[in-house]
T-cell receptor, first 113, second 112 residues
Framework: DAGVIQSPRHEVTEMGQEVTLRCKPISGHNSLFWYRQTMMRGLELLIY????????DSGMPEDRFSAKMPNASFSTLKIQPSEPRDSAVYFC???????????FGPGTRLTVL | AQSVSQHNHHVILSEAASLELGCNYSYGGTVNLFWYVQYPGQHLQLLLK????DPLVKGIKGFEAEFIKSKFSFNLRKPSVQWSDTAEYFC??????????WGAGTKLIIKP
């Protein structure tokens, strides 16, 4: 298995632009998580999907952030409009079930100028 | 609220030294416990996990951890570290729902 796939690996954009991050979870996993990692705040859970349904989005910072999971093999995290404080590494992780270990993707390093 | 505490934010050791990283959690019920490692510039990878059974768990790369229920602890150990163990180590606890409660991480630097 190729593991969790994320794209792009690096994204540099200007303030106000729309950013879309993509994730392909491991086949057969029913749980998908989006995290944000920064030096100041560490690892933060943004949103959790189970069987493609958003279960907990309480970690999404504000309305500028949205996430979708149209099917079991694809999810997106969108930031519109982006701001410099959104600069971080965004990780997607999947799990065979919500209680088990999470498998992380390589992350997207986002820089908003 | 549930929490995970990692006692040391930074640890510096010489090669061949023994390692112990502390992890304590605050939850009285059944837990699943994890240690993850993040090498510089890379994603988090699972080192080891504990669900039930033998409280001494062996993981990859010579790491092990011991679950002590009475102390709410799950400390990570390695008898002899290598330069390649330089990384950040995260303890995480699952208390029966989907959420992993993460520790703040311990940055380990191994001097060659």
């Amino acid at each position: 298995d190729a593991g969790v796939i994320q794209s792009p690996r690096h994204e540099v954009t200007e303030m106000g632009q729309e950013v879309t991050l993509r994730c392909k979870p491991i086949s057969g996993h029913n749980s998908l998580f989006w995290y944000r990692q920064t030096m100041m705040r560490g690892l933060e859970l943004l949103i959790y999907f189970n069987n493609n349904v958003p279960i907990d989005d309480s970690g999404m910072p504000e309305d500028r952030f949205s996430a979708k999971m149209p099917n079991a093999s694809f999810s997106t995290l969108k930031i519109q409009p982006s701001e410099p404080r959104d600069s971080a590494v965004y990780f997607c992780a999947s799990s065979p079930d919500s209680y088990n270990e999470q498998f992380f993707g390589p992350g997207t390093r986002l820089t908003v100028l | 609220a549930q929490s995970v505490s990692q006692h040391n934010h930074h640890v510096i050791l010489s090669e061949a030294a023994s390692l112990e990283l502390g992890c304590n959690y605050s939850y009285g019920g059944t837990v699943n416990l994890f240690w993850y490692v993040q090498y510089p510039g890379q994603h988090l990878q699972l080192l080891l996990k504990y669900f039930s059974g033998d409280p001494l768990v062996k993981g990859i790369k010579g790491f092990e951890a011991e679950f002590i229920k009475s102390k709410f602890s799950f400390n990570l150990r390695k008898p002899s570290v290598q330069w390649s163990d330089t990384a950040e180590y995260f303890c995480a606890v699952n208390a029966g729902n989907y959420q992993l409660i993460w520790g703040a991480g311990t940055k380990l630097i191994i001097k060659p």
